[in-house]
């Protein structure tokens, strides 16, 4: 696995759909962890832990990475719950940003600690959605709850 250079991903970003995963954690009590966005996209909102997947990661090891990464949490895989994407004409280098998303649903294993990276200055558990919430998240939220 590799970082790709910052200037040669900023030209791939503008230029091609961004390959991501993103976490759906529901703990024993029925409830979703989500991050509250410090950057863009989706600047302010709730939104699942997640991100690029890396050259040579599999997106099972994505998964488990981003949300160590983002949350502190280690994490069992339950299993892949679609694919989807998103679009926001406000991505983290003054252009518009598309990615498409693998999502899985996932547990914490037992004794982790939640902390916050610099993408969120908050992290939540809901038992039902927070206010507002973008139409991608309600999407999964109920997939992921019923």
């Known amino acids: 696995m590799h970082n790709i250079p910052l200037s040669l991903y900023k030209k791939i970003h503008a230029a091609v759909p961004i390959s991501c995963v993103d976490a759906i954690i529901v703990n024993k009590n029925k409830e979703v962890l989500l ?39 280690d994490v069992k895989i339950i299993k892949k719950l679609g694919t989807d994407e998103t679009m926001f004409p406000d991505g983290p280098f003054g252009g518009p940003t598309h990615t498409i998303n693998t999502v899985f649903l996932v547990t914490p294993k037992p004794g982790g600690k939640i902390k916050a990276d610099q993408q969120s200055d908050q992290l939540a558990w809901f038992k039902t959605l927070p206010k507002n919430p973008q139409p991608y998240i309600k999407k999964f939220m109920k997939i992921a709850l019923d």
Not at 38 to 44: E, I, Q, S, V
Not at 58 to 70: D, G, P
């Open 35 to 73: 991050c509250h966005r410090t950057n863009k996209p989706a600047l302010g909102s709730w939104w699942f832990p997640g991100g690029r997947v890396l050259k040579g990661e599999t997106l099972n090891e994505a998964i488990v990475r981003k949300v160590k990464q983002e949350t502190g949490l």
